[in-house]
């Protein structure tokens, strides 16, 4: 009886090794695919950093351009009224 009572005891503790081992390995396996996903996370962050950058640069562009169109636009009024006042 105790021969019966050994034996089952580590048919038992053998197939719980087993699955113990089969978890953990899974385990392993969700935790490269975590690490994955944090790696790509990081990319993520930094393409915004840069497309954040450029939506300033273009903004700063725009000012840029809409002042000079301005600067333009009076400059070319105050020469038609020369103009005129020549003519």
Do not use: P, W
Not at 6 to 13: G, I, Q
Not at 51 to 60: E, I, S, V, Y
């Amino acid at each position: 009886m105790s021969e019966i009572n050994e034996t089952l005891t580590f048919e038992v503790l053998r197939k719980l090794q087993q699955q113990l081992k089969h978890i953990e390995q899974r385990i392993d396996g969700f935790e490269a695919e975590l690490g994955a996903v944090r790696r790509r996370e990081i990319e993520l962050q930094a393409v915004r950093s840069c497309q954040l950058a450029m939506l300033k640069d273009l903004r700063n562009l725009y000012g840029l351009v809409a002042r000079h169109h301005i600067q333009l636009g009076l400059f070319r009024a105050s020469a038609r009224r020369e103009d005129a006042s020549l003519g």
